[in-house]
């Protein structure tokens, strides 16, 4: 297999994006919303997703006061990868997690879907660090016939495609509820163009080796852990999902009491593509109610 994604991050971003170390020093790509006079909010993507995923909801939390900060986690979009000797594991990502909450501000509200969500549960239920958590179809333990199906798309195609139109057909028979296809032009923030003129994912191959095939491990410390949390909590989960169940979110509630739960009917676990308005609408409820910008740590409004 040809690896065509950069080891580093890039050397030019958009306006607004800039590069944070991470834990160990390993370079995130960041995107920042908002005017900063705000509560502050990170938004932490879902496995083999980009920080792009969070810009409508991004911008229409920082119209409302929130200051946004998205970042594209380690082997991901434009971040760096790990060096061929060092395996990706959690802690990483922890640590990654960490470096940005601390550039975002004392105690941030953490958005978290999937992957992301995991490790924001995680991080809280060892120190509290966030305001508040909302967790984007996501519960400690899930189903794991879903989380092959993923896993099967991110590895069906080693090779990549001939052209983008090719990816777009893959994403198509992926996600038929869409009833938009993604243009060819709009895949380009998602694949990159080899030295071969295939075009592949923007994430690090070995991440589904090295990490989410192992991720089962986390499952029952998780569970376990997230009764220290006391933050605030929201999951939203998706009708459709095949990920999180009833049963799944049921027992999440019960070691988590005062979370609350919101499942949009016609999600599937792509909630913030599915639904963006009504996940955003939800959002922004939760924050309106349990964390306004004025109630947040260093915040004056």
Not at 150 to 163: E, K, V
Not at 204 to 213: K, Q, T, V
Request: glycine share 12%; charged share 25%.
């Amino acid at each position: 297999m040809v690896d065509c994604v950069r080891d580093s991050a890039p050397d030019t971003l958009a306006a607004g994006d800039f590069i944070l170390p991470g834990g160990d020093g390993l370079p995130l790509a960041c995107s920042r919303y908002g005017t900063g006079a705000g509560g502050r909010v990170v938004f932490a993507h879902g496995f083999g997703q980009t920080r792009l995923a969070w810009s409508r909801t991004a911008r229409r939390l920082g119209a409302a006061g929130y200051t946004g900060l998205a970042y594209d986690a380690r082997g991901h979009g434009d971040s760096g990868r790990n060096p061929i000797d060092r395996r990706y594991d959690g802690e990483q990502f922890l640590a990654d997690l960490g470096a940005v909450s601390a550039a975002a501000g004392e105690r941030p509200v953490l958005v978290g879907a999937s992957m992301g969500g995991l490790i924001g549960l995680w991080a809280e239920s060892l120190q509290p660090r966030f305001a508040a958590l909302v967790l984007v179809d996501i519960t400690p333990r899930w189903e794991n016939a879903g989380l092959e199906r993923i896993l099967g798309f991110m590895s069906a195609h080693p090779d990549g495609f001939d052209s983008l139109e090719h990816a777009a057909d893959a994403i198509a028979a992926h996600l038929p509820h869409r009833r938009e296809r993604k243009p060819p032009q709009q895949l380009r923030a998602l694949l990159r163009e080899g030295v071969d003129g295939r075009w592949r994912w923007h994430w690090d191959p070995r991440l589904l080796d090295e990490f989410a095939r192992d991720s089962g491990r986390y499952q029952s410390a998780l569970l376990e852990a997230v009764q220290n949390i006391a933050a605030p909590v929201l999951l939203v989960s998706g009708g459709r999902s095949d990920l999180v169940s009833e049963a799944t979110a049921g027992e999440f509630l019960d070691h988590v009491p005062h979370a609350e739960h919101v499942r949009l009917p016609r999600a599937t676990h792509m909630v913030a593509g599915d639904d963006n308005d009504t996940f955003t609408d939800t959002i922004l409820d939760f924050l309106t109610r349990r964390v306004p910008p004025a109630s947040i740590p260093g915040v004056h409004r």
